[in-house]
């Protein structure tokens, strides 16, 4: 990657301000998040913006890349820049991916399709969410030949997680991603003080209503006695989300007892809090892609990790949503690195803001960095194209930051770069 990445990226946008023309999304950190939220619903905002309980651990996220300085070394030749990084047998163009982000039409109505176009684009990998508002297969058409994942919540019915798993190989996925920290849903206020959860609504459940696996476990749901409430305006609302967001048609939908047993179904079977390290195996077994696990904090997670045999782990907290006061994922990061001892890929995850963000973690070990809100931020404000300037400006920002800090590659960008506060 020559000197040009960044450079072009700044230099496109001067250029344009001569004709009048600013970027679709705003690049400071701040002003695009600030004017997300002023663009996003009540319930959105709290469901994409909000944490856990006091939202501590997502302030700890920021505060943990403050707590370090880049010590940039003059006098290099850096004309020439490479960002590329090897992962899982694949060069990378950039040690960026797409964090797993769920009910994205609560943004943008092209939702998962916009960012699977943005993604590959940009040639950063989308891991695509359980949770997503679109069926894998459909967002896998989108990426086209481009590279993504599958993050696979594990569900109370193994055969689901099954059919999940195999659904993504066959769609062309290249990894599974095993979201571990969400086998309970976390004490989030914002969206308790809403009494909202979008999958009661319906929302985020296309991967299940396109499953065969759940659509067979709904029909039988369906054939159950329903006790039944005196209708509200609320709950007369609920039912058209739900009816909405089911595939068929709307009026069927609405006659039909599927949709409504679509939602208790996944209300039943989605979390597994009786995972424990020895259900791995039964992954292992049913596919022959690479299995990271995500939400590995403590380092003797990460040596059991190894052990176990996966092929890579993702240190994350997810960006503060599950528990309140846990441990910053940048300042976990360098343990769970020194435990691994280099058998595995280590990934990063909660709170990049910035491309000199991406360069610490990188900097403390990590082997590539996933985006999590920002991209949700550009999809809310101009979908596709507002993923795309996202994704260029955190690459530019991060080409921009290895040659001023006397870095030409990615693992040029070592711990004796940065110095602790």
């Known amino acids: ?80 820049r490479d960002l590329g990084v090897d992962l899982f047998g694949r060069r990378r163009p950039t040690p960026y991916l797409l964090a797993p982000i769920g009910v994205l039409d609560l943004v943008h109505p092209e939702a998962d399709l916009a960012v699977a176009r943005a993604a590959t684009d940009a040639g950063v990998p989308m891991i695509v969410s359980s949770q997503a508002s679109t069926p894998m297969e459909d967002i896998a058409a989108a990426i086209g030949g481009g590279s993504w994942w599958f993050q696979l919540y594990w569900s109370r019915e193994d055969a689901l997680m099954e059919s999940f798993v195999s659904r993504a190989e066959k769609a062309g996925a290249e990894a599974i991603v095993v979201t571990l920290d969400t086998h309970l849903l976390g004490w989030r ?34 054939t159950r006695p329903r006790t039944t409430q005196r209708p509200t305006l609320a ?87 599950q528990i309140d006061g846990a441990i910053a994922s940048l300042e976990a990061l360098p343990r769970v690195v020194t435990a691994v001892e280099d058998a595995i890929p280590v990934l990063f995850d909660s709170g990049i803001r910035g491309g000199a963000d991406a360069y610490k973690a990188l900097a403390l070990g ?17 979908g596709t194209i507002g993923v795309r300037q996202v994704l260029s400006h955190f690459i530019a920002e991060l080409d921009l930051t290895l040659g001023l800090s006397g870095c030409t590659s990615i693992p040029d960008i070592t711990r004796d770069t940065l110095r602790a506060v």
């Open 189 to 222: 206020p914002r969206d308790l003080d809403d009494a909202y959860l979008p999958f009661a609504f319906g929302r985020g459940i296309a991967q299940y209503t396109s499953d065969p696996v759940f659509t067979a476990l709904v029909r039988e749901r369906a």
């Open 1 to 80: 990657m020559r000197e040009s990445v960044g450079r072009a990226v700044q230099s496109q946008i001067y250029r344009d301000g001569v004709y009048g023309r600013k970027p679709a999304v705003p690049v400071a950190a701040a002003a695009l998040r600030d004017a997300a939220h002023r663009r996003l619903s009540k319930r959105a905002l709290g469901y994409v913006a909000g944490s856990a309980g006091l939202e501590t651990t997502a302030t700890a996220n920021r505060a943990a890349f403050d707590a370090w300085r880049v010590v940039p070394h003059i006098l290099t030749d850096v004309s020439e």
């Open 235 to 321: 709950a007369l609302s609920a039912l058209a989300s739900i009816a909405r967001h089911h595939p068929g048609g709307f009026w069927t939908n609405l006659r039909s007892p599927l949709p409504r047993a679509a939602v208790e179904t996944f209300l039943d079977v989605f979390s597994r809090p009786t995972l424990t390290w020895d259900d791995l195996e039964k992954l292992r077994q049913h596919t022959t892609l690479p299995i990271l696990l995500k939400g590995v904090l403590h380092p003797d997670d990460a040596v059991r990790a190894v052990d176990s045999g996966v092929d890579g782990i993702v240190v994350s907290n997810h960006g503060g949503r």
């Open 366 to 382: 990590a082997h590539a960095v996933c985006l999590g809100r920002p991209y949700v931020y550009g999809l809310t404000l101009a």
